[in-house]
């Protein structure tokens, strides 16, 4: 399986994208002036505190809604001027919340991402898109789990059988919204190992991963765009973004970053009293 994009085309823009909501006391800001720009191959980390807007990023990446000014380009098609669904349809969206019908083999909830549906339609699928889904699954780490049922399946299991699924329309982009929340040990380790494959398997597969633990980066995510209060802190390739300062803005907290064997790990480096906007 083969991503089609060329190396230098980009696949995703934000241009001072801003995106609020009217609420009884005023106008909410989720967003606040996100530039951005995501070129086939790359494969970029989103991160920020709980509620900082990574999904709302996503969402607009994912074109699930518009920005309300601003623009927003997807695999060179801008928000409000295209079929939405259409675009989707283009767009590998992964959420660990998305829940898997219990009762489907591996094997048949992902060929479902062939049709987009809940359940299967056996009907759709020929002996190419069998293969597809069988060459996910191995890429995944689950080929011989295929005949298994899901509700057999640990939430580690779980969440690799979503991203298989998601490329078997051969998407251009990939989106991972906290694809290892609520793992173990063991569990986000072969969801990391099988990210960093995916990445020699899709070299041009454009892929963005939302998450709020630096130690869940895989070794092949080479750029970063860090979000806090809805504003962008840092964007660009890790080696700029990533340090002690931006991430320590980014969370509020005194950090010292590091990276050793191509992994990163944040650690509190002194005794603090909790930023007193965190909450505001």
């Known amino acids: 399986m083969e991503a089609t994009a060329t190396a230098s085309e980009t696949v995703l823009r934000f241009d001072a994208v801003h995106l609020w909501r009217h609420t009884p006391h005023g106008r909410h800001v989720l967003l606040s002036g996100i530039d951005w720009e995501v070129r086939s191959g790359e494969r970029w980390a989103l991160l920020g505190h709980n509620g900082a807007g990574k999904s709302t990023v996503l969402s607009l990446a994912g074109a699930v809604q518009h920005p309300s000014s601003g623009t927003v380009e997807v695999l060179g098609r801008r928000l409000g001027r295209t079929d939405l669904r259409g675009l989707r349809a283009e ?124 130690e869940e980066l895989p070794v092949s995510f080479g750029h970063a765009l860090l979000i806090r209060k809805g504003g962008s802190v840092a964007c660009g390739p890790v080696s700029r973004t990533l340090t002690s300062a931006h991430l320590g803005t980014c969370f509020g907290l005194p950090l010292t970053v590091s990276r050793d064997g191509g992994r990163w790990r944040a650690r509190l480096t002194a005794r603090h009293r909790p930023d007193p906007s965190w909450n505001a």
Request: include cysteine; proline fraction near 8%; hydrophobic fraction near 40%.
């Open 91 to 214: 767009v590998g969206h992964v959420s660990a919340a998305t829940p898997i019908p219990a009762r489907l083999t591996v094997r048949e909830y992902v060929l479902t991402g062939i049709t987009g549906t809940v359940q299967p339609l056996p009907g759709r699928y020929g002996s190419a898109e069998r293969k597809r889904a069988l060459e996910a699954l191995e890429l995944m780490g689950l080929g011989p789990l295929a005949e298994q049922e899901v509700r057999l399946c640990s939430q580690g299991e779980r969440s690799r059988a979503r991203i298989a699924r998601a490329l078997i329309p051969q998407p251009r982009l990939l989106l991972l919204d906290e694809p290892s929340a609520a793992l173990d040990l063991p569990s986000r380790e072969r969801l990391i190992d099988a990210l960093d494959t995916l990445a020699l398997e899709y070299p041009e597969l454009a892929t963005v991963l939302v998450t709020h633990h630096l």
